[in-house]
């Protein structure tokens, strides 16, 4: 096999020609200064399309939700989110490490939290208590199997946020997988929301880059806490060039994504029942249980490799499989058919 078929996140993506045209063609300044029109025009469309009054531009999605937090919580506060989010469990640390603030994980079901559990666990801190300063929720939630936070239960759990003064922030890293997969667009989960960050590098496709949207105020304040955590950047409309054609370009093609994730995951429950539920694949992962495949997932993972395609294993029998622009139907085939070797052998 000459190609590598890579399902190991949607990150992978290699930037199309039209990005690279625009980013050697990209008109620059410098953008600490405030000065780079391509960085600004950037976070003018991207706020306007989100609903919002302003962005920032951020090199990545962990850097977006710690800026973030970062502006709606002072060190001693906490976050309350769900269990599995994944600013708690894969961005190192962060909110205690550079943040100082603590986190209060709720149990959800399928990425979600109810307004019931928010208002039942938020507290207005006293001299024993920390104060309940931000609620986050994660769409598409990523630890779920790219599950979609339905909109309703988002406004239910802004309401009860508000309601004792606390903040909400969406990690809408995947936030367009949502708006394909429901119809309802992403400026609706964003009017939840005080902040709300997305990223160009995952199923857009642009090779870096996060966005950070929210009031002017707050983007303000944004702007001091990413310089602080030292994500000021001088001549940065090349990557925001890219991330502008990935914008504009990569949004209705992830229905792509969504339909090869799905065939993945009927194909895999045919090969083996069970392994896979399809009817929980929304977006463009896929989370399958490898033990009818050989072993664990990191040996399952280097079985795979051996016949081209990438794969993340580890010591559990889970494995995750993420369909992305450079994934297409014929290789989604090619996958079921290693799958399937496995399975007999």
């Known amino acids: 096999m000459d190609k590598l078929i890579d399902l190991r996140s949607d990150t992978v993506t290699r930037p199309t020609p039209e990005m690279r045209r625009a980013m050697a063609e990209a008109e620059v300044g410098d953008d600490v200064f405030g000065d780079d029109p391509t960085v600004n025009e950037l976070q003018e469309h991207a706020a306007a399309l989100l609903g919002k009054e302003a962005g920032l531009f951020v090199p990545t999605g962990s850097m977006g939700n710690q800026v973030s937090l970062a502006c709606l919580a002072r060190p001693g506060d906490e976050v309350v989110c769900e269990a599995g989010a994944h600013f708690l469990h894969f961005e190192g640390g962060s909110a205690a490490a550079h943040l100082g603030l603590m986190v209060r994980p709720l149990p959800g079901r399928a990425g979600v939290i109810t307004a019931d559990q928010v208002a039942a666990a938020l507290r207005p801190g006293s001299e024993h208590n920390p104060r309940s300063a931000v609620v986050a929720i994660e769409n598409t939630h990523n630890s779920a199997g790219g599950r979609v936070f339905p909109i309703d239960e988002a406004r239910a759990v802004a309401s009860a946020a508000r309601a004792t003064g606390a903040a909400v922030h969406v990690d809408g890293a995947r936030i ?8 309802v667009p992403a400026r609706e989960w964003a009017a939840v929301a005080d902040t709300l960050t997305f990223c160009f590098s995952k199923g857009l496709g642009a090779p870096i880059g996060s966005m950070v949207v929210g009031d002017a105020e707050v983007i303000r304040e944004a702007r001091r806490i990413r310089k602080r955590l030292g994500g000021g950047m001088r001549q940065v409309g090349v990557l925001a060039a890219a991330a502008r ?15 090869n994730a799905r065939a993945l995951a009927e194909g895999l429950a045919d090969i083996a029942s069970g392994c896979v539920d399809p009817t929980e694949v929304e977006t463009n992962m896929v989370y399958v249980d490898v033990t009818p495949f050989g072993g664990d997932a990191a040996e399952v993972s280097a079985a795979l490799r051996r016949a081209g395609i990438l794969t993340v294993g580890g010591p559990t029998t889970s494995m995750r499989l993420v369909t992305h622009r450079d ?6 085939d090619a996958v079921l058919l290693a799958f399937k070797e496995l399975a007999r052998a």
């Open 327 to 332: 994934v297409d139907a014929a290789e989604i």
């Open 245 to 259: 054609v990935a914008l504009d370009t990569g949004v209705e093609r992830l229905a792509e994504d969504h339909d």
């Open 176 to 183: 367009f997988n949502a708006q394909v997969a429901t119809g």
